[in-house]
């Protein structure tokens, strides 16, 4: 049977795994920067009677 060979020192393998990683990683940080996220976690301080608050970012 002609079944591919895995060789995990294989120059192709080391560059696909680099750019699923990297891939990866970017998908991470622009998820982090995104700003429906940074809407999400806005608060809000409530004072003593206040009913405006003070936003806290």
């Known amino acids: 049977m002609g ?3 895995f060789d995990p020192s294989s120059d ?4 696909f795994a680099t750019v699923l ?7 991470i940080a622009l998820d982090r ?6 809407r999400g ?3 809000v ?3 003593h009677g206040d009913q405006s608050g003070e936003l806290i970012d």
């Open 12 to 15: 192709y393998v080391i560059f």
């Open 41 to 43: 976690r806005r608060h």
């Open 3 to 5: 079944l591919i060979r």
């Open 21 to 27: 990683v990297l891939a990866i990683i970017a998908i």
């Open 45 to 47: 301080r409530r004072g």
């Open 33 to 38: 920067a995104s700003p429906q996220r940074k």
